[in-house]
């Protein structure tokens, strides 16, 4: 079974960084896609980034391009988010997800991932 394991969160002044990280486990996943979401009060659940593990690819929405950096670390088998000039407005639960690669598109979709961590809150003060 795999297990998604999110730490990192917390409360920030607007401009600030954090980094969240996603340890894996349960699998071996060279055949996975990894990707980080998040959710706001009332709202849908947001794709924020992905990455394939066995070659590294990313991609990254545009309301976080230049800003987040997803990344993986195959030794620990972990992934991280690196967010930095924070916002308020990405003040949310975030979620790592992960699945198998079974097609080559819709992963911006959270309803295409079967694995979910237990979330992570990130609050950004202005």
């Known amino acids: 079974q795999v297990q998604l394991d999110e730490s990192g969160g917390g409360l920030v002044q607007a401009g600030g960084s954090l980094r969240l990280s996603c340890a894996a486990s349960g699998r071996t996943f060279n055949n996975y896609i990894m990707g980080w979401f998040r959710q706001a009060p009332g709202k849908e659940r947001d794709f924020v980034a992905r990455?394939?593990?066995?070659?590294?690819?990313?991609v990254h929405a545009d309301s976080v391009k230049g800003r987040f950096t997803i990344s993986r670390d195959n030794v620990k088998n972990t992934v991280y988010l690196q967010m930095n000039s924070l916002k308020p407005e990405d003040t949310a639960v975030y979620y790592c997800?992960?699945?198998?690669?079974?097609?080559?598109?819709?992963?911006?979709?959270?309803?295409?991932?079967?694995?979910w961590g237990q979330g992570t809150q990130v609050t950004v003060s202005s």
């Open positions: 990455i394939i593990w066995s070659t590294g690819s990313t």
């Open positions: 997800a992960a699945d198998v690669i079974r097609a080559t598109m819709g992963w911006t979709n959270p309803n295409y991932y079967r694995y």
